[in-house]
């Protein structure tokens, strides 16, 4: 996450919390200081139930809200400093763009600052990888295909 030109006034550490598919995880917290630098590879997974066509799963990633929320650790509950809230198709696999680099695989967003937040927007940079596979559910049972 980049942020040029701003000094955070609180300076306890700050983690990336993420909300994608209903599942909720948070990065290690790193120092108060941009550009913050979090190196981590965060799984989510999820079953569709009676999803044949892949058109069908693109529409309910539509209906599906992706969060991400930058919070700092000041007490007593921790302080969201941005957020980026977006439908998970278009956070997982958005639109082609002219990019440079390797096939467009990092994005980069620009998040909401809060009122608590001093200074130009944060931009966060991220890449994903997507993988779908098709089973079949059978008496409670999963049968790969």
Do not use: W
Request: charged fraction near 25%; glycine fraction near 6%; hydrophobic fraction near 40%.
């Amino acid at each position: 996450i980049t942020c040029p030109g701003v000094v955070l006034k609180d300076k306890q550490e700050l983690y990336l919390s993420v909300f994608v598919l209903g599942k909720y995880k948070k990065t290690e917290c790193v120092p108060a200081v941009f550009p913050l630098f979090f190196q981590e590879r965060l799984l989510f997974e999820k079953a569709f139930a009676n999803i044949v066509d892949p058109g069908d799963l693109v529409k309910l990633l539509e209906f599906d809200t992706a969060v991400l929320e930058l919070i700092q650790l000041v007490p007593p509950v921790g302080k969201v400093l941005a957020t980026y809230e977006e439908n998970t198709r278009d956070f997982l696999f958005p639109d082609p763009k002219l990019t440079h680099g390797r096939c467009g695989l990092e994005r980069e967003i620009l998040m909401k600052r809060s009122p608590f937040f001093t200074g130009i927007a944060p931009k966060l940079r991220y890449s994903t990888t997507s993988l779908i596979s098709d089973s079949l559910l059978s008496l409670g049972r999963s049968h790969i295909q």
